[in-house]
């Protein structure tokens, strides 16, 4: 399969059977579903598809995983297909390693962002590493689904943004979906891709409705490039996940202020779809990047860096980052302090437009 | 406390007993170090279909993998190879262990598996790649039944029994057997893999070379007990046997794939052994190994002990031999042949399988280096006009 190369879903096979499905020759349908109903629904067509596509994880079967993402298909596809995993990841990941030599499409689930740590060894020692080290012999379909990022006032190790880990890993692709559309279909993009991919959950946005078509089939966005969710031709703005939602705000907020800010939802970390963030760049000539993660060394440092050396010669101001301190994620109490938000965002925007901002204050040169 | 396979010896773990590790105590032995044959009621019936003339093989395969060993450790002197592993006085753990397995079972090792290796069938060339430096792994998995060696220690582990329980899942009785060492034993994936393979009953057998030195570490720091006691606390019976006795190697491993055959889950096999060389090329064990150990394990020999036994049957003639002998030199032959023969690696091929779909960033950098390459034949490199490529 070459989800990566052709963003295309395999269209629903013979093999499903579910009273859910839709018959493939039904046309398009579009229902409103949570983000988390989407990746449900996602997954359920992923397992109907493929039988050789297996969750694994901790308390994804009768109880549906602590997120209630995968709902009910234990029952429905049975224990063997969906499979309660003792408390490891290190033996989830390298189980599933194991599973896809011998064949199989395996689909972790790592129940909150701070506890994939104990399977970083699997992932990025040999997820990543195997299909190279065989020299393409053995491939690695293995999908690692992560929940991740805060705004839930959760206790330590549930509200983490460890993505820049895993971009940094050669081998490994990244995504993260924003929306339940993209939940929809790159759930089943990445299930689908012969390289492993970490497939990032923004948890704050679970509970977020939208229509989805269920049907895009060939004609969904490829799962490794970004998409333009709003044009405007002063700034750009490029976040992922959670924070796609926070752009679109900041985007409407500028706009009352004559302000007409380039929306990007990145939805690709590795690799990063370049090409449409310098066309958008080239035409704003200011930047802006967002995410949830510190800052040292993460997306944005690698995005403001690439583009600069891309743009450098369209850029009318320094990328400005906006994005989670260099410190631990904080207690729930000081969470709204850590977090990027409207008003941080917007204050970037303003430091990009050369406007006053907090770093200049009121005697700014515009 | 003790194993609990129908109709196998099982041993006791005594609290009140200093285990002395490093002692061939509480071992299952089929043949004694000068060359006996020793009765054991539970292991007996597993090896008696081994004729002399088989016995006369395992002999030919421990000689010329130790040949093999020899051979290499001689490329790593002689600067064609970066480094290599020996396996020197675990020939019988190897052997024995490995030529009981079917084509369709599959093997997860750690580095030092090179005699298994030989058994799977890996070309002389594919076993050479590594160590010469072109590539980060020598052979296609799937053509032989064995994974490329796991280097992080103890990960292979895991690996098998995920591969078993997707062995299990396709209806088939494949098994999966995982080699590691005795220091892998401390290992956290060593541990979730046991958890796992018993979870789930996994076709998967655990074979431990308890070769007694993780590097300088004596196998003393990783465990105060037997390895093998600690299968049975994850619910998986464990033997723990002469690993430098090949029939006694022989007959748990083949107890252990009966038991994962017939659905019976992990099986734990300690082979108590000795890596009689050093961890790699690299290393000088003269720096922690205590005087006069080696010289007892010398005496241990699992070559010599066989050939005690074959000569004792009226087996060891001088065709016999020369048969071996000539095999040997063969291989070692075939081995520097193929060795030499490994051409170095294109530089642009650094790219090749990162992923196994096209990758937009790793595309660019590829592209751009090309460029860079090509620079120096259009007279960048020699001062001339042209500008540099990053």
Redesign the interface.
């Given at each position: 399969m070459t989800a990566f190369s052709t963003g295309t879903v395999p269209a629903a096979g013979s093999m499903a059977t579910g009273s859910h499905e839709a018959p493939a020759s039904v046309p398009a349908a579009t229902r409103t579903m949570s983000l988390a109903g989407a990746l449900n629904d996602g997954l359920r067509r992923s397992l109907a598809r493929d039988d050789k596509v297996l969750l694994l994880g901790e308390d994804i079967g009768k109880l549906g995983g602590v997120f209630r993402i995968t709902d009910k298909l234990q029952e429905e596809f049975g224990p063997r297909r969906v499979i309660d995993a003792p408390l490891a990841e290190a033996g989830i990941i390298g189980t599933a390693v194991g599973l896809a030599i011998r064949g199989y499409r395996p689909v972790c689930e790592i129940q909150f962002d701070g506890f994939i740590y104990p399977g970083f060894d699997q992932i990025v020692a040999q997820v990543a590493k195997l299909h190279y080290r065989t020299r393409g012999a053995v491939t690695m379909p293995i999908t690692i689904r992560v929940p991740f990022g805060g705004g839930i006032g959760a206790v330590e190790h549930h509200s983490e943004s460890p993505e820049a880990y895993f971009a940094h890993t050669a081998g490994l692709r990244v995504v993260s979906c924003s929306n339940p559309q993209d939940a929809h279909t790159m759930i089943q993009q990445a299930i689908a891709s012969d390289d492993p991919v970490l497939f990032f959950e923004p948890k704050r946005r679970y509970w977020q409705k939208g229509e989805v078509n269920t049907e895009l089939g060939a004609d969904a966005l490829p799962i490794g490039e970004a998409r333009v969710l709003q044009p405007g031709s002063d700034v750009t703005l490029v976040a992922y996940g959670p924070l796609v939602r926070t752009a679109l705000d900041v985007a409407a907020a500028a706009a009352d202020d004559g302000v007409a800010i380039e929306v990007i939802d990145l939805r690709s970390l590795a690799p990063v779809d370049f090409t449409t963030v310098e066309s958008s760049v080239r035409k704003t000539g200011r930047l802006v990047i967002t995410h949830e993660a510190a800052q040292s060394g993460g997306m944005g440092a690698e995005i403001a860096a690439s583009i600069t050396e891309r743009c450098f010669d369209w850029l009318e101001a320094a990328p400005a980052r906006v994005t989670g301190f260099d410190t631990p994620y904080p207690p729930a109490a000081l969470e709204e302090a850590f977090l990027p938000d409207l008003d941080r965002i917007l204050d970037a925007v303003d430091r990009v437009l050369g406007r006053r901002n907090s770093l200049t204050g009121w005697e700014a040169r515009a | 406390m003790s194993t609990t396979h129908e109709g196998t010896r099982t041993h006791e773990a005594h609290d009140d007993i200093p285990v002395h590790l490093s002692q061939l105590e509480d071992v299952v032995q089929l043949i004694s170090p000068t060359g006996e044959r020793l009765s054991s009621p539970g292991f007996d019936p597993w090896v008696d279909d081994v004729s002399t003339e088989q016995l006369a093989d395992l002999y030919e395969d421990m000689v010329v993998v130790r040949r093999i060993d020899t051979e290499a450790t001689a490329l790593q002197r002689q600067g064609e190879l970066g480094l290599w592993p020996p396996l020197h006085g675990q020939e019988a753990a190897q052997i024995g262990s490995a030529r009981t397995l079917r084509p369709d079972d599959?093997v997860?090792s750690s580095y030092r598996e090179n005699g298994v290796a030989y058994c799977r069938g890996v070309t002389f060339t594919d076993l050479m790649r590594v160590w010469r430096g072109t590539?980060?792994?020598g052979w296609?998995?799937?053509e032989v039944g064995m994974?490329?060696p796991?280097v992080?220690i103890g990960?292979q582990?895991?690996?098998?029994?995920?591969?078993?329980?997707?062995?299990s899942?396709?209806g088939t009785d494949s098994v999966?057997l995982a080699y590691f060492g005795d220091g892998a034993t401390s290992q956290?994936?060593v541990n979730?893999?046991m958890?796992?393979a018993a979870?789930f009953q996994a076709p998967v057998v655990f074979f431990c070379s308890n070769n007694q030195w993780a590097i300088s570490e004596p196998v003393g720091l990783q465990s105060k007990r037997h390895l093998s006691d600690r299968a049975p606390g994850f619910g998986i019976p464990s033997m723990r046997v002469d690993g430098n006795d090949v029939l006694a190697v022989m007959a748990a491993t083949r107890i252990a794939l009966d038991r994962a055959r017939s659905g019976g889950g992990p099986t734990f096999i300690e082979a108590v052994t000795y890596r009689m060389g050093p961890h790699t090329t690299s290393d000088d064990p003269t720096r922690y190994r205590p005087t006069g150990e080696l010289d007892e394990w010398r005496a241990k020999d699992p070559i010599s002990r066989v050939a005690a036994l074959l000569e004792s049957r009226g087996a060891m003639s001088d065709e016999l031999r020369s048969r071996v002998e000539g095999k040997a030199d063969a291989v070692a032959r075939d081995l520097r042949a193929g060795c030499l023969s490994i051409p170095q690696p294109d530089p642009m091929s650094v790219f090749?399988?990162?992923?196994?779909?096209?990758?937009?960033?790793?595309e660019r950098q590829k592209g751009q280096y090309a460029a860079y390459l090509a620079s120096f034949e259009n007279g960048h490199g020699d001062g001339a006009e042209g500008g540099g490529a990053s």
């Open positions: - | 599959f997860f590539a980060a792994a296609n998995p799937y994974a490329t796991a992080i990960a582990t895991l690996h098998a029994t995920g591969y078993a329980l997707g062995a899942f396709d999966a956290g994936d979730e893999a958890v796992f979870s090749d399988d990162v992923y196994a779909e096209p990758h937009s960033g790793l």
